[in-house]
């Protein structure tokens, strides 16, 4: 079974700093990963995605995320936080079996970003 | 092209009501996926449907919970007789093919249902 942990539940920088949102996944299989955005009152908005290709994955906004298989780690990162960064973050696994994937989300981080 | 659509997008329901949750998939999208998310939670499988068959409700709970994805028209998640506890958004995702299938799905913006 796979699983994924986000390192901090809440996570605040100041605008213009870096921000690192992390994420390690547990799989005995090779994964594919995804983080997600949500705005509050708002459905999912996928970020960006890992699907054995390249292991540095660029997506929306500014975001990339980097595949660390030694690490087992997929942490979300943006060189310069902007206001409208301000929302929750979700890192998800899925591993294929057989053509019945699920996706195992991690319990989210709330990014807070200081004028 | 439409999003995934689910509706309503709010729902209020008194205490032994039955919630009804309908969700349509994108266009030529023939699996779906229902996530529930309890407050400040993550996401939480629930059931995975293709066209007029359950494929895995490892996540459904065993009593007042159903799902189903007919030949025409959306997929329903139906529950019965809803306590307080059922409280949640309630998401789901269609992608077009089951493996791998969360490379290419989408989701939809969410069912709130309060139960009071």
């Known amino acids: 079974a796979q699983s994924v942990t986000q390192l901090g539940s809440h996570v605040s920088v100041s605008e213009g700093a870096l921000v690192l949102l992390r994420c390690n996944y547990s799989?005995?299989?090779?994964?594919?990963l995804f983080w997600y955005v949500q705005y509050p009152n708002q459905g999912l908005q996928l970020l960006l995605k890992?699907?054995?290709?390249?292991?540095l994955v660029k997506g929306i906004n500014g975001f990339e995320a980097e595949f660390k298989k030694s690490e087992t780690s997929f942490h979300l990162t943006k060189p310069s936080a902007h206001m409208s960064d301000a929302a929750e973050y979700f890192c998800?696994?899925?591993?294929?079996?057989?053509?019945?994937?699920?996706?195992?989300f991690g319990t989210g981080t709330r990014l807070t970003i200081i004028p | 092209n439409a999003g995934v659509m689910q509706n309503p997008r709010h729902l209020v329901r008194r205490r032994g009501q039955e919630a009804r949750l309908r969700c349509s998939p994108m266009?030529?999208?023939?699996?779906v996926y229902w996530y529930r998310q309890l407050p400040e939670e993550g996401l939480k499988f629930m059931v995975y449907?293709?066209?007029?068959?359950?494929?895995?409700e490892s996540g459904m709970p065993k009593e007042r919970f159903s799902a189903e994805f007919p030949k025409e028209g959306p997929s329903i998640l139906r529950i019965q007789q809803v306590v307080r506890g059922d409280s949640a958004a309630y998401f789901c995702?269609?992608?077009?093919?089951?493996?791998?299938?969360?490379?290419?799905?989408?989701f939809g913006q969410g069912t709130r249902l309060t139960v009071v």
């Open positions: 995702a269609s992608s077009p093919r089951g493996r791998g299938a969360f490379t290419e799905a989408f």
């Open positions: 266009k030529g999208h023939s699996h």
């Open positions: 890992y699907t054995s290709a390249a292991t």
């Open positions: 449907l293709q066209k007029e068959n359950i494929i895995d």
């Open positions: 998800a696994v899925s591993v294929s079996n057989f053509g019945n994937e699920k996706l195992t």
């Open positions: 799989s005995s299989v090779p994964p594919y």
